[in-house]
């Protein structure tokens, strides 16, 4: 994330999330391991967002928390592809990826997943966190 303020709406939060992994990627060093696992990375961090709208528009409590689950489980991929990056010696490529690697965790906690899901039980859409 580009300052300390998070998004409050999920949906923009985790358009965020894959769209800073994006622009972290590109400043990273192009090496054979680096293109393999930067294209996943790529995939999940934007599979936590679509999941994420896709759950939002479920159409059923059963099909919610299917989709709330694809979309933890892109987060924990999308945080062990940040691990496995080679991020080169820069120390400001280390924290970005640090902190990209925090966010996806966080994305991942399961407090959240259950606020999701009586949230969206209950009728919310957006919901506000700490």
């Known amino acids: 994330m580009k300052d300390d303020a998070k998004p409050r709406d999920l949906e923009d939060r985790t358009f965020f999330f894959?769209?800073?992994?994006r622009a972290f990627v590109k400043q990273l060093p192009r090496t054979i391991s680096n293109t393999e696992d930067v294209g996943q990375l790529v995939?999940?961090?934007?599979s936590v967002a679509a999941s994420w709208?896709?759950?939002?528009?479920?159409l059923s409590k059963k099909d919610f928390l299917m989709r709330v689950k694809i979309c933890?489980?892109?987060?924990k991929e999308s945080r062990l592809f940040l691990r496995l990056v080679d991020a080169g010696l820069a120390k400001a490529s280390l924290v970005i990826r640090d902190?990209?690697?925090a966010e996806a965790r966080e994305l991942t906690l399961i407090d959240y997943f259950e606020e999701w899901v009586i949230a969206r039980i209950s009728g919310i859409?957006?919901?506000?966190f700490l």
């Open 18 to 21: 894959a769209e800073s992994v």
């Open 43 to 46: 995939r999940a961090s934007g």
């Open 53 to 58: 709208i896709e759950a939002d528009e479920a």
């Open 72 to 75: 933890r489980k892109e987060a």
């Open 99 to 101: 902190q990209l690697a």
């Open 125 to 128: 859409w957006q919901l506000e």
